[in-house]
């Protein structure tokens, strides 16, 4: 079996207090995301879940990192959010259309969905079938009512994978039915905050290494921006897998 690869980076890149602790003192703000490239092969693209970017905005993001590097999609809250997933194919598709811009540098889009919306198991077959069929989706529930096997039998059917994340002291179930892992760590503590023990990384490193074996990729992303120390975990975990 063909070993899977694994993109280990953060959620965003673009963090005023970054700035000295992560990124040299004296580097331009339009040096960063070069600079974020050089350092991991994937970011999080999270401005688009609050803007939805132009076709240019995705080239221009494109161009700015070397071969090989990933761009993970949070797609806008329109469809989350204000939606609720009752959105048409077109409107999809021109999201989709925009994204697909970065060409070679896209990965995963993750849809995450609001927090105290019960589980709706139409809306979301619907939403799935008329996802276009290039590429990898992802869907993050923020309401515990979806952990319920009737949804993760429909996320195997569309090959759509499961978020595993924590928040604020909430683990997620850890779902296995995508052909690929999509893991957001967003904090050992408060929401976006602390940084992660050596225990705690290790045992993700651990699942990392198990999930690789079988043959699936592996997108990881760290959330927790206070005082860069999404950047700190990413190069620990980096460093325990030895890539």
Known sequence: MKKGNVFIGTSGWKYAHWESLFYPPKLKKKDQLSYFASRFRTVELNNSFYRQ??????????????????????????FTHLKKLKVSKRELGIFMDAAANLGDHLGPVLFQLPPRWKVNLERLENFL???????????EFRDQSWYIDEVYV??????CAFCIYDLGGHQSPIIERADFLYIRLHGPGEKYQG???????ETWAGKVRDW????????LYFDNDQSAFA????DSIIEMLKI
Do not use: H
Not at 129 to 139: A, M
Not at 212 to 219: E, N, S, T
């Open 231 to 234: 950047t700190e975990n990413a």
């Open 212 to 219: 690789l074996v079988a043959g699936k990729d592996v997108y």
């Open 53 to 78: 970017p132009k076709p240019e905005n995705f080239l221009d993001w494109g161009q700015q990192v070397p071969a090989g590097f990933i761009y993970a999609v949070k797609a806008n809250r329109y």
């Open 129 to 139: 079938n008329i996802l276009p069929n290039f590429g990898r989706y992802v869907i």
């Open 195 to 201: 940084s992660y023990d050596g225990s705690i990384l």
């Open 154 to 159: 429909l996320l195997e059917k569309y090959n």
